[in-house]
């Protein structure tokens, strides 16, 4: 359950995150955003295994990742989970809605985290008088096609070495964007749920690890990774 928070940290000032530069335009006048602030809003009190929002609910507001993380998942007709993204701070989630005006898919959080609301109608007007906000929109959705399709080809043609070594790499890149190591973090995910991100059994994934930290390109304590060959590691699936 969320916790319920007053009006006043609702509020969530665009101009003064630090993640800004990762889910808005850099080029925005202060003028820009103020507008932006206007329309943003600060929700707090997502704990793991909270929902941000279900498969099938009503399309509103699109999230953009202040803290924490969450995981996009479809339930199968036979009840299995199938996760089909893991979202970071800085990112932005909800885009699967824009064309049915209802979510496709569940929003998990992977951990205590806060998200900005941005209401769609008031982003989508403001998005028509700041072009360079429309621009950046547009390159969110692209970058959500090339990453599907990005997914496809790690599913459809690599081994399970393979899309574990894509997957360390991808993170490994995300979180330097972010200003944090590249090298040392923690997996928010369990191996399950990264098996079935990746198309693998939970006995693969736990194997595959174990190659790895025995090959010396990573060191695995709980869920504290350290990727001690980056090389190594990209040379696996980019060869």
Known sequence: ????????????????????????????????????????HLKRGYARGDYLYRSGDKFLSLHAIRSGSFKTQVLHEDGREQVTGFQMAGEIIGLDAICTDHHTCDAVALESSEVCELPFDKLEMLSRKLPSLQRHLHKI?????????????????MRAEERLAAF???LSQRFA??????????LRMSRQEIGSYLGLKLETVSRTFSQFQGSGLISVKARSV??????????????
């Open 1 to 40: 359950m969320q916790r319920s928070v007053s009006p006043l940290r609702l509020k969530a000032v665009c101009s003064n995150c630090n993640l800004r530069e990762l889910c808005l335009p850099v080029d925005l006048s202060v003028g820009e955003m103020q507008q932006m602030d206007d329309i943003c």
């Open 177 to 186: 964007a972010r200003g944090y190591s590249s090298t040392q973090f923690q």
């Open 226 to 239: 350290e990727l001690l060959d980056l090389p190594g590691l990209h040379a696996m699936f980019s060869s």
């Open 168 to 170: 360390l790499f991808n």
């Open 141 to 157: 959705m692209s970058r959500e096609i090339v990453r599907d399709q990005g997914i496809m080809l790690l599913l459809g043609s």
